[in-house]
């Protein structure tokens, strides 16, 4: 709990990736991917449940063996390429509802974001508890750095370069005078509950940002992601302190 304020964390893992096959169990660093956002809440000082959202069992035995509850399983219907998150997260709300758990916090930690850590969890969920005047929900986002449209180019019809947002090369901001930007990047989402009702979904106007350090960003939807997120991991100790970003 954090402020008398109870927290449901899930974690989704649906079988069926077809970027990556049989992504959210394949070996990271020694555990299945869907363990690591099960240890980030399991490590959380705030989190009071954390709950699997699956459509299949082997994936489910996994979620429980890395210490998920998997007290349901995810109906077909919503476990489709077409179906919409806020479908299993009040699919989940409404079922532990129905047996006598209510909660007022909701925290979504999805396996392709495996670099979210618990002390990352408690940051975003003290921010929102802090601006809880004016914000129901916080998201994870990362700085858009190089990425950044100032700095795009489109190809003309025979191949040759032109700025995107500039009349011409020689007018393209430097990189000190852009306009901050940042982009969502997956690594956590949570919400009130009553919002998440209200709202059905995360984005709106009452949301803030929790911005995480660009190694920190990476999602996982195909072999490329997977083989960045295991050199950052084999790496992590070269990158800044989790206090310092």
Not at 4 to 9: C, E, H, I, Q, T
Not at 31 to 45: D, M, Q, R, V, Y
Not at 132 to 149: K, L, N, R
Request: with cysteine.
């Amino acid at each position: 709990m954090i402020n008398g304020k109870s927290v449901l964390a899930v974690v989704p893992a649906r079988a069926g990736s077809k970027g990556l096959p049989m992504k959210n169990v394949r070996m990271l660093h020694g555990k299945p991917l869907l363990a690591w956002p099960i240890g980030a809440a399991s490590g959380s000082k705030y989190v009071d449940r954390i709950v699997m959202s699956t459509d299949d069992e082997t994936y489910a035995e996994l979620g429980r063996q890395a210490g998920a509850e998997t007290p349901f399983m995810r109906p077909a219907a919503l476990a489709t390429d077409e179906a919409p998150s806020i479908g299993f997260v009040l699919h989940a709300i409404d079922t532990l509802e129905a047996w006598g758990a209510r909660f007022d916090y909701f925290v979504l930690l999805e396996p392709t974001s495996p670099l979210t850590e618990a002390s990352d969890v408690d940051r975003a969920l003290e921010q929102l508890l802090a601006r809880a005047d004016d914000a129901d929900a916080i998201v994870g986002v990362t700085s858009m750095g190089a990425t950044h449209p100032a700095f795009a180019v489109r190809m003309d019809g025979n191949g040759l370069l032109r700025p995107h947002s500039a009349p011409s090369f020689g007018q393209v901001l430097r990189r000190q005078d852009v306009e901050p930007l940042h982009v969502l990047d997956g690594s956590l989402y949570i919400s009130t509950v009553e919002a998440l009702r209200r709202e059905r979904g995360f984005y709106h106007s009452r949301t803030l940002g929790y911005e995480t350090p660009r190694w920190k960003s990476f999602e996982i939807d195909d072999l490329l992601d997977f083989i960045c997120v295991e050199a950052i991991l084999a790496n992590r100790g070269l990158f800044k302190p989790e206090s310092d970003h």
